[in-house]
């Protein structure tokens, strides 16, 4: 575990190096999204390899640059990731927000197959939840379908 530890804090490094470089070369909003876009493989890269807890942050990052760019697609992608990834940690209650907040954007812009994904995953949560007895006041709990977390 502590190779791990260590190769997350040597690519940290990397990425402060390499903002800090691309600020001094002058090539601040196009280096910021490409940083977006990095994060976002790292955090595919992290969760491929069962570090979820990783690719959580790295698609916080990226998620936080893709929205102040103005990038609504990659932003609600990029929440639908870390709602995945709550789900691959069995964390339904912290997966319930992101998928929330990504459903409207997938919706508007009509990403059907990711809105039915995150539909589907946001059905399973509540079921579980509910089921747990977990679900909060205001949340459809009855919306649930009785599938269980949905294969990519």
């Given at each position: 575990m502590l190779a791990d530890e260590g190769a997350i804090a040597t690519g940290r490094r990397a990425a402060m190096t390499?903002?800090?470089?691309?600020?001094?070369?002058?090539?601040?909003?196009?280096?910021?999204?490409?940083?977006?876009?990095?994060?976002?493989?790292?955090?595919?890269?992290?969760?491929?390899?069962?570090?979820?807890?990783?690719?959580?942050?790295?698609?916080?990052?990226?998620?936080?640059?893709?929205?102040?760019?103005?990038?609504?697609?990659?932003?609600?992608?990029c929440l639908l990731k870390i709602a995945?990834?709550?789900?691959?940690l069995h964390e339904p209650w912290h997966a319930l927000g992101y998928l929330e907040a990504c459903l409207p954007l997938l919706r508007e812009l009509g990403l059907v197959?990711?809105?039915?994904?995150?539909?589907?995953?946001?059905?399973?949560?509540?079921?579980?939840?509910?089921?747990a007895h977990l679900l909060g006041e205001g949340r459809d709990g009855g919306a649930a379908t009785g599938r269980?977390?949905?294969v990519r």
């Open positions: 390499m903002r800090e470089g691309w600020g001094a070369l002058g090539l601040g909003t196009a280096a910021r999204h490409d940083r977006a876009y990095f994060l976002d493989l790292l955090g595919d890269s992290h969760g491929g390899l069962g570090r979820y807890e990783a690719a959580i942050e790295a698609y916080r990052e990226a998620a936080q640059g893709f929205e102040a760019q103005g990038a609504p697609c990659s932003h609600a992608l995945d990834s709550y789900l691959s197959r990711y809105c039915g994904l995150a539909e589907d995953q946001l059905a399973a949560c509540q079921a579980e939840l509910a089921q269980g977390r949905p």
